[in-house]
């Protein structure tokens, strides 16, 4: 279980995946609405410093829990979270410097956001909830290797040595024996 909390490495299926964000979402509202609260009863006697801090460190732990509900979806699609967490992060920026310098690329006069940046954003999303798992499900489940080509077929998972060093000899180029190009 912590490893679900915790593993930026561990796998989340489509419905897992939509129901840990509606989760989510629902204790954030929880949280944010126990931490307003309180912090309404202290607003008259604190600083705008002391009453600012709990806001910004519960918004923190939202983002964070909500990166990692997104890396382990994306690794279980079968993408590399590394890769493609920071280059959405950086379309929405770049997104967001071209709506503010060039107003007229903007959707709309109120938002700070191009069409495209919200297609990137939409076209994500959709792939976060809609998209099957990677086709290693069969060896990871333990069920039948699946080839992919039909001179290297692919090992079994239980066969290397751990999932790290798999992974590891995949970047380096120490396993082109499994590679089908």
Request: glycine share 10%; proline share 5%.
């Amino acid at each position: 279980m912590l490893g679900f909390i915790f593993g930026f490495n561990a796998r989340l299926g489509r419905l897992q995946y939509f129901l840990a964000s509606l989760g989510l979402a629902l204790v954030s509202v929880v949280l944010i609405v126990v931490v307003a609260v309180g912090l309404a009863a202290l607003a008259p006697q604190k600083s705008e410093l002391t009453v600012s801090l709990p806001i910004v460190v519960l918004i923190g732990l939202c983002l964070v829990a909500n990166l990692m509900l997104q890396a382990m979806r994306f690794r279980d699609i079968g993408w590399d979270p590394v890769c493609v967490i920071p280059a959405w992060i950086a379309v929405m920026v770049l997104d967001y410097v071209i709506a503010g310098r060039f107003p007229e690329y903007a959707a709309t006069s109120s938002h700070h956001g191009t069409w495209v940046g919200a297609l990137v954003n939409l076209g994500l999303s959709v792939a976060l909830l809609f998209f099957p798992s990677g086709a290693d499900d069969a060896q990871l489940s333990g069920g039948t290797p699946v080839s992919r080509t039909p001179s290297a077929p692919f090992q079994s998972s239980r066969s290397a040595s751990s999932a790290t060093e798999a992974r590891l000899a995949r970047i380096t180029g120490g396993d082109t024996g499994r590679r089908g190009w």
